[in-house]
């Protein structure tokens, strides 16, 4: 996120990549010969010990093939396109240190409209067949069209989380959860922006509090303040009742649910809707928690993998990107005792035996059904996360 007003600056320094030595993504037999031996160096976060564990699994199969995956873990995705941006203007068009990047939003409408990343690939992957191009919002990314130069591996969408044991009706709007906050001190937080999932928080109240939630679909212009300030008046009367009184956040995602776990607070929320479960079953969370969604919905989207215009090792890259798309992968990212994803694919498209898989999944006790999912809201443009991040920051920011 932090990373979006950088490119704006430095893209007119910018000239035009060249393209040396780009394989042929459509030539599929050459992609997978080139990548023999090739070291893809995945940049992605490492925040939670199951992702680390299924990038390792993926790592594996991705050894099967001649290619070796090391995880570079992140805290910020910024990071790695940081990184990019660097060897960019130091010259360096080949041979650079990032291969693989897990992006969407801001990040990817930075890089791509800095012609930073290589591509069109994502469709010439063999296993894009399975992928539901129709039904999961898979082709554009927080409203920007991906055109290839990103190939999705899971799908997310905003759920709640509480303990059952202390909390009997959470709520299910934003008026209500205010109330709630008020009637319950200290019992709700959310992470500190510009982390991902606390500008998640930022964007799933700004839809319900717009005046006119059609206008996020746009960039943020001169609209802006008139759009978010009521977002601003519910957050200056939200923040004292916050867990520690808003003078401290938690650091990511996973620490929020272990404030649950460890009874300092009693609702939460995750991008994940099997994360609860899998949290469950890792006695990370207590077996009363379980999930909801909002009344009028929650924000949904896909994650991404895209590869670096000078990335060193662009054909392991791809494999590795297909691997990410396979129905054995898919189905063990959506098991909750894994990472529990949505998946990206159309079971239709599945044979019997790749859909069986997926049948056989057990979504765990605190996983929503699809139809309790319901619809995903689509994402705001990216301009509106990062002046939301930003904005935050000047007026709650704090030093954790």
């Known amino acids: 996120m932090r990373l979006a007003l950088a490119l704006a600056v430095t893209t007119a320094l910018i000239l035009p990549v060249h393209a040396q030595n780009a394989p042929d993504p459509s030539d599929w037999d050459a992609v997978t010969e080139a990548a023999q031996g090739q070291t893809v160096y995945w940049h992605a976060w490492g925040g939670a010990t199951p992702t680390n564990d299924f990038i390792a699994w993926i790592g594996d199969r991705a050894s099967e093939q001649g290619v070796t ?140 509090l717009a005046p006119e939630p059609a206008a996020l679909q746009d960039p943020a212009g001169e609209n802006y303040d008139e759009v978010t300030a009521p977002l601003w008046s519910f957050l200056d009367t939200l923040t004292p009742q916050l867990w520690r009184e808003g003078r401290a956040y938690p650091e990511t995602g996973p620490r929020m649910l272990q404030l649950i776990n460890d009874g300092e607070t009693d609702l939460a929320f995750s991008f994940s809707p099997g994360e609860a479960s899998t949290a469950i079953a890792n006695f990370q969370l207590p077996e009363s928690v ?19 215009y000078n990335s060193s090792a662009k054909e392991g890259a791809m494999v590795v990107a297909d691997i990410l798309l396979s129905p054995d992968a898919q189905a063990r990212a959506q098991d909750p005792a894994v990472l529990g994803y949505d998946t990206v694919l159309d079971l239709g498209k599945l044979s019997e035996a790749q859909r069986a898989a997926f049948d056989a999944l057990d979504l765990g006790v605190a996983t929503l059904t699809p139809e309790e999912l319901g619809q995903a809201l689509p994402e705001p443009h990216p301009s509106w996360a990062t002046r939301l991040a930003e904005d935050w920051v000047a007026r709650y920011g704090v030093a954790n």
């Not at 379980?290 to 670096?308: D, K, Q």
């Open 69 to 208: 995956l090391e995880h570079v873990k992140l805290a910020d995705t910024a990071d790695a396109v940081g990184a990019v941006v660097t060897e960019q203007q130091a010259g360096r068009d080949a041979d650079g240190s990032v291969d693989l990047i897990w992006i969407n939003g801001a990040n990817f409408a930075s890089m791509k409209e800095a012609d930073l990343l290589f591509g069109p690939f994502a469709e010439q992957l063999p296993n894009w067949r399975y992928v539901d191009v129709e039904g999961k919002t898979v082709t554009t990314d927080f409203t920007v069209p991906t055109e290839g130069y990103e190939s999705p591996w899971a799908m997310a969408q905003l759920v709640f989380v509480y303990d059952g044991a202390r909390v009997q009706d959470p709520p299910r709007t934003a008026p209500e959860l205010l109330a709630w906050a008020e009637s319950n001190p200290g019992r709700f937080t959310y992470p500190q922006p510009p982390d991902f999932l606390g500008t998640t928080f930022l964007k799933q109240m700004l839809i319900e």
């Open 290 to 308: 379980r999930t909801y969604v909002l009344e009028e919905g929650t924000i949904g989207n896909a994650s991404f993998v895209a590869i670096p």
